[in-house]
C-alpha cells in the first residue's frame, strides 16, 4: 500500500545540489511504495514556453538558442549528479528527444503540451536515476499513463485503476506532475501549479495515508513572510481556511490542490525542502483545527461583474485560464476577481454579460473567523485611513473581507495590517520543563501571573516535565490543580515523544521554560526551534555550550524569529542582562566586570564563621536551594565559570568556557564520584576551606569567591574566578550572605563603576525572574 505522496516543485530540484537534497529528504522520509511527483528542474517550464513562443513566431535562431540552453541546463545537471558510465545513457536520451524537438519544429507538427511536458518528464527521469545510485529501487512514471481525461473531465475510476496497477510495486516511484493524457491519448497539462494537483489526485486514487507538498516556504503563515519579519507560520490550518486563501491567491496553496482531498482522511502537510527538519503546516478537516487570522495580498487584479452567471461556469472560467478566480455576490449581484493578465480570455468568454467595474486593481484580503471579521474590517480601513492608502472597493463575507486598492500594499503597511489584526488575540502555549526548587515555586507563582497577563495575552499552559514523565494537555492545564493532575495523568516520555506532541500543538506561540539543571535537555533547543517554540532558560547549559553550537542555535531562532530569554542564569532575578544589553544599545562600551556570581559561595563565604563546618553549611545552602542539584558544580566555581561566559556572550565576546581560568573552592579530589562518597570525605573539603579561611585571617582579610572580566586596550580578553582574600570593610566583604554583586565598569561608568547588587539565588527570586521573562516575552510577541 502506498503510505506517502511527496511532491517536489521547480525550487526543490533547480541544480545539482537540490536534487541531491532531495534525494536526501527521501532517504530519511520515504519508505518502499511511496511516491514522489516532481515539477519540472528550476525555471525549465518557463524556458520550454519561450521555446513554444519562437517555435509560434517561427523566430527559428531564437529556437535553436533556448533549445541549446534546455540541453546545456540538462547536461549539466546530468554531469553534476552521476559518474562518466552513467552521464552516456541519460546524455543521449536526452540528446534523442531534443533532436525529435527540433525535428517536429521543421516540420511545423510541434504541439505546446507535449513539449511542456518534457520538463517533468526529465525531472522524474533524473531524480529516479539518482536515488537508483543511491541503491534505492525507484522507477520513474509519466503521469499520462495513469491520469486520463475526457472533454477536459479526469476518468477517476479509470485512473485510480491505472494508478493501482502501474504502481503496485515494492519499490518508490518518481511520477511526473503537471502531465495527463485524453482519452486520445495526446498530451494535456493540469494548469498552473499543477504539479501540486497530480499529487493530491495520486494521493486520492491510490488512498494514500497523507501528501506533503515540499516547497520553498516552510508552512503556511499568516501574511507573507518575506515581507513580515514576524509572520506566523500555523503548524494547522483547516481546510476551507484553506480552500479560501487559495481562491484569494494565496501563494503556497492553489486552488485545485485541495480539491481531491475533499471526503478523504489523507494528511496534506507544506513543508520546506530547504529546511526539511522543521515542522511545516497541516492542512487539516475541519473541525481539527482552530480557525486563524490571515492577510493575504493580491497581484493586480480586475473586478468584473457579471450579470447571470450560471453553475459551474466559474470553475470552467478558472479551468480556462488555468488560474483561481474568486467570486463574490454583492447586494445581489454577481462579481469576478480576476487577474488582470486574464481579463481579456474571461471577457472574451462571458462576451456581453460582463461589465469591467475597476481595473488595476490591488490590495488584500482578511481572512478569519466569522465573529472576527466585523472588528477587523474597523481596524483594517482604520490603519488605511492612517496610511492614506485610497480604497476602490470592499466586500465583507461571513469569513473575510477584501480591501481592493489603487496601490499595492507595500511591506509597512502590510506590518501595520498584521500587527494590528492578526496579532492581536493570540494564545501563547507554555511548556514548563523542571519542577524542582524554582520550577515548583514558578508554578505556585503562575496562577496569578497567567490571570494577571492575561488581559492581554492568552498563556495555556499546555505541558510539565520532569525527566522521566510528563503531563502534556494541549487545551491547557489547570494551573491550580497541577499537584492533582501530576499525580494521575504524568506519563514517561521519550524526547521523540515530546517533539511530536509539540509539533501538534494548534497555538500562534509556544515558548519551553527549562528550569532543569539538565544538559541534555538544552540540548533539544534546536529541535524546539524547529518546532517554533521561544525558549526562557534558568538552566545554563545552552547558553555555555561550545560557541558553535551556541552561535548556531542563535542564527536559528534569528531566521524563524523566536526569542530566547535566559536573565536568571546569571544573578537569578537581578536585571544584569538588561543592564548590559541597555548599555551597549545606548552606545557604552563594557570594559570590565567583576564581583560576586554565585548566590551558593556568597551564602557560604558570607555565613562562615568558623562555628560550623564549611560542609554542614553547604549542606544548609543546598536545603535553601540555592545550589545546583549537585553542589559540587557551584564548589568547582563551574557554575560562576559558566555565568562569566553569558556575560561575556552578551557583550559579544567569541569565548569558550575554559577560556575562563578556575580555581576550585573544593580540593579537586572530590570533583569525582557519587554525592554520597563526597559526603563520607567532607572533612578533607572542611580542611581546605578552613586553611585558605585563616590564611586571609591572618593577613585581616576574609575569603571571598570572586569573578572578574576585563578586556584590555588592544582588545584581549582577561577572564578568572576564583578563591580571593578580600579586606575587611570592602564592598564585597560587606555582601549579605547570598547577595550578588556586579560591578560593571564601562567607557561612561569608568571612574565610578555601575553596581548590581540582591539576591542571586533562591526559588523566589528566581522564579520571579523567570515571570518577568515571560512577561517580556508577551511583551514582544505583541
Ligand atoms: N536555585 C536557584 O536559586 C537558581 C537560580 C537561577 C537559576 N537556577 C537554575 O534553575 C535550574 C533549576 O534549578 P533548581 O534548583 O530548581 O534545580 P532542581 O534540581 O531542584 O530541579 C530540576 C528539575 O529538573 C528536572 N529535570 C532534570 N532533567 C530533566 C529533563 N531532561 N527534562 C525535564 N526535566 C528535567 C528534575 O526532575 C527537577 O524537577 C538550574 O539550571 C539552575 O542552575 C537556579
Ligand atoms: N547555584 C546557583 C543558582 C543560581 O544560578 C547559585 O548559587 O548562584
Same mark, same amino acid.
Given at each position: 500500500m502506498?503510505?506517502?505522496?511527496?511532491?517536489?516543485?521547480g525550487?526543490s530540484?533547480? *541544480?545539482?545540489?537540490?536534487?541531491?537534497?532531495?534525494?536526501?529528504?527521501? !532517504?530519511?522520509?520515504?519508505?518502499?511504495?511511496? +511516491?514522489?511527483?516532481?515539477?519540472?528542474?528550476?525555471?525549465?517550464?518557463?524556458?520550454?514556453?519561450?521555446?513554444?513562443?519562437?517555435?509560434?513566431?517561427?523566430?527559428?535562431?531564437?529556437?535553436?538558442?533556448?533549445?541549446?540552453?534546455?540541453?546545456?541546463?540538462?547536461?549539466?545537471?546530468?554531469?553534476?549528479?552521476?559518474?562518466?558510465?552513467?552521464?552516456?545513457?541519460?546524455? *543521449?536520451?536526452?540528446?534523442?528527444?531534443?533532436?525529435?524537438?527540433?525535428? @517536429?519544429?521543421?516540420?511545423?507538427?510541434?504541439?505546446?503540451?507535449?513539449?511542456?511536458?518534457?520538463?517533468?518528464?526529465?525531472?522524474?527521469?533524473?531524480?529516479?536515476?539518482?536515488?537508483?545510485?543511491?541503491?534505492? &529501487?525507484?522507477?520513474?512514471?509519466?503521469?499520462?499513463?495513469l491520469?486520463t481525461?475526457?472533454?477536459?473531465?479526469?476518468?477517476?475510476s479509470?485512473?485510480?485503476?491505472? +494508478?493501482?496497477?502501474?504502481?503496485?510495486?515494492?519499490?518508490?516511484y518518481? #511520477?511526473?506532475?503537471? !502531465?495527463?493524457?485524453d482519452?486520445?491519448?495526446?498530451?494535456?497539462?493540469?494548469?498552473?501549479?499543477?504539479?501540486?494537483?497530480?499529487?493530491?489526485?495520486?494521493?486520492?486514487?491510490?488512498?494514500?495515508?497523507?501528501?506533503?507538498?515540499?516547497?520553498?516556504?516552510?508552512?503556511?503563515?499568516?501574511?507573507?513572510?518575506?515581507?513580515?519579519?514576524?509572520?506566523?507560520?500555523?503548524?494547522k490550518?483547516?481546510?476551507?481556511?484553506?480552500?479560501?486563501?487559495?481562491?484569494?491567491?494565496?501563494?503556497?496553496?492553489?486552488?485545485?490542490?485541495?480539491?481531491p482531498?475533499?471526503?478523504?482522511?489523507i494528511?496534506?502537510?507544506?513543508?520546506?525542502?530547504?529546511?526539511?527538519?522543521?515542522?511545516?503546516?497541516?492542512? #487539516?478537516?475541519?473541525?481539527?483545527?482552530?480557525?486563524?487570522r490571515?492577510?493575504?495580498?493580491?497581484?493586480?487584479?480586475?473586478?468584473?461583474?457579471?450579470?447571470t452567471?450560471?453553475?459551474?461556469?466559474?470553475?470552467?472560467?478558472?479551468?480556462?485560464?488555468?488560474?483561481?478566480?474568486?467570486?463574490?455576490n454583492?447586494?445581489?449581484?454577481?462579481?469576478?476577481?480576476?487577474?488582470s493578465?486574464?481579463?481579456?480570455?474571461?471577457?472574451?468568454?462571458?462576451?456581453?454579460?460582463?461589465?469591467?467595474?475597476?481595473?488595476?486593481?490591488?490590495?488584500?484580503?482578511?481572512?478569519?473567523?466569522g465573529?472576527?471579521?466585523?472588528?477587523?474590517?474597523?481596524?483594517?480601513?482604520?490603519?488605511? =485611513?492612517?496610511?492614506a492608502?485610497?480604497?476602490?472597493?470592499?466586500?465583507?463575507?461571513?469569513?473575510?473581507?477584501?480591501?481592493?486598492? =489603487?496601490?499595492?500594499?507595500?511591506? =509597512?503597511?502590510?506590518?501595520?495590517?498584521?500587527?494590528?489584526?492578526?496579532?492581536?488575540?493570540?494564545?501563547?502555549?507554555v511548556?514548563?520543563?523542571?519542577?524542582?526548587?524554582?520550577?515548583?515555586?514558578?508554578?505556585?507563582? +503562575?496562577?496569578?501571573?497567567?490571570a494577571?497577563?492575561?488581559? @492581554?495575552?492568552?498563556?495555556?499552559?499546555?505541558?510539565?516535565?520532569?525527566?522521566q514523565?510528563?503531563?502534556?494537555?494541549?487545551? /491547557?492545564?489547570?494551573?491550580?490543580?497541577?499537584?492533582?493532575?501530576?499525580?494521575?495523568?504524568?506519563?514517561?516520555?521519550?524526547?521523540?515523544?515530546?517533539?511530536?506532541?509539540?509539533?501538534?500543538?494548534?497555538?500562534?506561540?509556544?515558548?519551553?521554560?527549562?528550569? &532543569?539543571?539538565?544538559?541534555?535537555?538544552?540540548q533539544?533547543?534546536?529541535?524546539?526551534?524547529?518546532?517554533?517554540c521561544?525558549?526562557?532558560?534558568?538552566?545554563?547549559?545552552?547558553?555555555?555550550?561550545?560557541?558553535?553550537?551556541? @552561535?548556531?542555535?542563535? &542564527?536559528?531562532?534569528?531566521?524563524?524569529?523566536?526569542?530566547?530569554?535566559?536573565?536568571?542564569?546569571?544573578?537569578?532575578?537581578?536585571?544584569?542582562?538588561?543592564?548590559?544589553?541597555?548599555?551597549?544599545?545606548? /552606545?557604552?562600551? #563594557?570594559?570590565?566586570?567583576?564581583?560576586?556570581?554565585?548566590?551558593?559561595?556568597?551564602?557560604?563565604?558570607?555565613s562562615?564563621?568558623?562555628?560550623?563546618?564549611?560542609?554542614e553549611?553547604?549542606?544548609?545552602?543546598?536545603?535553601?536551594?540555592?545550589?545546583?542539584?549537585d553542589?559540587?558544580?557551584?564548589?568547582?566555581?563551574?557554575?560562576?565559570?559558566?555565568?562569566l561566559?553569558?556575560?561575556?556572550?552578551?557583550?559579544?565576546?567569541?569565548?569558550?568556557?575554559?577560556?575562563?581560568?578556575?580555581?576550585?573552592?573544593?580540593?579537586?579530589?572530590?570533583?569525582?564520584?557519587?554525592?554520597?562518597?563526597?559526603?563520607a570525605?567532607?572533612?578533607?573539603?572542611d580542611?581546605?576551606?578552613?586553611?585558605?579561611?585563616?590564611a586571609?585571617?591572618?593577613?585581616?582579610?576574609?575569603?571571598?569567591?570572586?569573578?572578574?572580566?576585563?578586556?584590555?586596550a588592544?582588545?584581549?580578553?582577561?577572564?578568572?574566578?576564583g578563591?580571593?582574600?578580600?579586606?575587611?570593610?570592602?564592598?564585597?566583604?560587606?555582601?549579605?550572605?547570598?547577595?550578588?554583586?556586579?560591578?560593571?565598569?564601562?567607557?561612561?561608568?569608568?571612574?565610578?563603576?555601575l553596581?548590581?547588587?540582591?539576591?542571586?539565588?533562591?526559588?523566589?527570586?528566581t522564579?520571579?525572574?523567570?515571570?518577568?521573562?515571560?512577561?517580556?516575552?508577551?511583551?514582544?510577541?505583541?
Amino acid at each position: 500500500m502506498t503510505k506517502a505522496v511527496h511532491k517536489f516543485g521547480g525550487s526543490s530540484l533547480s *541544480s545539482a545540489a537540490r536534487y541531491q537534497a532531495v534525494a536526501n529528504i527521501i !532517504i530519511g522520509h520515504c519508505q518502499s511504495g511511496d +511516491c514522489i511527483v516532481v515539477s519540472a528542474a528550476g525555471k525549465t517550464t518557463n524556458t520550454l514556453v519561450a521555446l513554444w513562443q519562437s517555435y509560434q513566431q517561427q523566430d527559428e535562431r531564437a529556437f535553436s538558442d533556448i533549445l541549446l540552453q534546455v540541453e546545456n541546463h540538462q547536461l549539466q545537471l546530468i554531469s553534476e549528479l552521476f559518474p562518466a558510465a552513467q552521464q552516456t545513457p541519460l546524455a *543521449s536520451e536526452l540528446r534523442d528527444e531534443l533532436s525529435s524537438i527540433a525535428r @517536429q519544429a521543421q516540420l511545423r507538427q510541434l504541439q505546446e503540451a507535449p513539449l511542456l511536458a518534457f520538463g517533468e518528464i526529465w525531472s522524474a527521469r533524473l531524480l529516479a536515476a539518482l536515488l537508483n545510485t543511491l541503491n534505492i &529501487t525507484t522507477q520513474d512514471v509519466d503521469a499520462r499513463t495513469l491520469f486520463t481525461q475526457h472533454q477536459g473531465q479526469l476518468m477517476h475510476s479509470l485512473n485510480r485503476s491505472a +494508478c493501482h496497477q502501474t504502481l503496485a510495486q515494492d519499490k518508490i516511484y518518481v #511520477v511526473t506532475g503537471f !502531465i495527463a493524457a485524453d482519452s486520445e491519448g495526446n498530451t494535456v497539462t493540469l494548469g498552473r501549479n499543477g504539479s501540486d494537483y497530480s499529487a493530491t489526485l495520486l494521493a486520492s486514487y491510490l488512498d494514500a495515508a497523507s501528501v506533503s507538498i515540499w516547497t520553498d516556504t516552510p508552512g503556511v503563515f499568516s501574511t507573507d513572510p518575506r515581507k513580515v519579519g514576524n509572520a506566523i507560520k500555523y503548524s494547522k490550518v483547516c481546510r476551507a481556511q484553506a480552500n479560501l486563501l487559495a481562491r484569494l491567491g494565496n501563494p503556497v496553496l492553489h486552488a485545485k490542490t485541495l480539491s481531491p482531498l475533499k471526503e478523504t482522511a489523507i494528511k496534506l502537510q507544506v513543508r520546506s525542502s530547504f529546511e526539511p527538519d522543521v515542522q511545516g503546516t497541516e492542512v #487539516v478537516k475541519q473541525g481539527y483545527s482552530k480557525e486563524k487570522r490571515f492577510v493575504t495580498t493580491f497581484g493586480e487584479l480586475d473586478l468584473l461583474r457579471v450579470d447571470t452567471l450560471a453553475s459551474g461556469e466559474v470553475g470552467a472560467l478558472s479551468q480556462l485560464i488555468q488560474h483561481g478566480i474568486h467570486h463574490f455576490n454583492q447586494n445581489g449581484e454577481d462579481y469576478l476577481l480576476v487577474p488582470s493578465e486574464f481579463t481579456h480570455q474571461v471577457v472574451l468568454r462571458l462576451s456581453g454579460r460582463v461589465t469591467i467595474v475597476e481595473s488595476h486593481l490591488r490590495g488584500f484580503a482578511v481572512v478569519a473567523p466569522g465573529p472576527d471579521i466585523a472588528p477587523l474590517v474597523r481596524q483594517a480601513q482604520a490603519v488605511l =485611513d492612517e496610511q492614506a492608502v485610497v480604497v476602490r472597493f470592499t466586500h465583507s463575507a461571513t469569513e473575510y473581507a477584501l480591501f481592493l486598492t =489603487d496601490q499595492a500594499i507595500d511591506s =509597512d503597511v502590510l506590518a501595520i495590517l498584521h500587527d494590528k489584526l492578526v496579532n492581536k488575540g493570540r494564545e501563547l502555549a507554555v511548556i514548563i520543563a523542571g519542577l524542582g526548587n524554582v520550577g515548583e515555586v514558578f508554578l505556585n507563582q +503562575c496562577q496569578q501571573q497567567i490571570a494577571r497577563l492575561q488581559s @492581554q495575552f492568552d498563556l495555556k499552559l499546555v505541558a510539565l516535565l520532569r525527566s522521566q514523565e510528563m503531563v502534556f494537555c494541549p487545551s /491547557g492545564l489547570n494551573v491550580t490543580q497541577w499537584q492533582q493532575q501530576w499525580q494521575s495523568e504524568a506519563q514517561s516520555y521519550s524526547h521523540t515523544e515530546l517533539l511530536d506532541r509539540i509539533s501538534e500543538l494548534d497555538y500562534e506561540h509556544k515558548v519551553v521554560i527549562d528550569i &532543569t539543571a539538565s544538559e541534555a535537555f538544552s540540548q533539544l533547543y534546536p529541535d524546539f526551534a524547529a518546532h517554533d517554540c521561544h525558549l526562557i532558560s534558568a538552566n545554563k547549559y545552552a547558553g555555555t555550550a561550545a560557541h558553535d553550537w551556541y @552561535q548556531a542555535l542563535r &542564527t536559528q531562532l534569528q531566521e524563524r524569529n523566536l526569542l530566547w530569554r535566559y536573565n536568571t542564569s546569571v544573578g537569578a532575578g537581578l536585571p544584569v542582562n538588561f543592564a548590559l544589553a541597555d548599555l551597549q544599545n545606548s /552606545g557604552d562600551k #563594557v570594559v570590565r566586570i567583576e564581583g560576586v556570581f554565585s548566590g551558593t559561595l556568597s551564602w557560604l563565604c558570607s555565613s562562615f564563621d568558623g562555628e560550623r563546618p564549611f560542609s554542614e553549611l553547604v549542606l544548609a545552602a543546598q536545603d535553601m536551594g540555592y545550589t545546583e542539584p549537585d553542589p559540587r558544580e557551584d564548589l568547582s566555581g563551574r557554575d560562576m565559570q559558566r555565568k562569566l561566559l553569558i556575560l561575556a556572550r552578551e557583550l559579544g565576546l567569541q569565548l569558550e568556557l575554559d577560556d575562563i581560568e578556575l580555581e576550585a573552592l573544593m580540593p579537586a579530589s572530590l570533583a569525582q564520584g557519587s554525592w554520597e562518597s563526597f559526603l563520607a570525605r567532607k572533612d578533607e573539603l572542611d580542611a581546605f576551606y578552613q586553611q585558605r579561611a585563616e590564611a586571609a585571617e591572618a593577613q585581616g582579610k576574609v575569603l571571598r569567591y570572586t569573578g572578574a572580566l576585563e578586556i584590555d586596550a588592544a582588545g584581549k580578553v582577561h577572564a578568572k574566578v576564583g578563591i580571593a582574600q578580600v579586606a575587611q570593610g570592602s564592598a564585597i566583604a560587606n555582601l549579605t550572605p547570598g547577595d550578588n554583586i556586579f560591578v560593571i565598569t564601562t567607557g561612561w561608568y569608568e571612574q565610578n563603576p555601575l553596581v548590581i547588587q540582591g539576591p542571586g539565588a533562591g526559588k523566589e527570586v528566581t522564579a520571579a525572574g523567570i515571570h518577568s521573562d515571560l512577561y517580556w516575552l508577551t511583551q514582544q510577541l505583541r
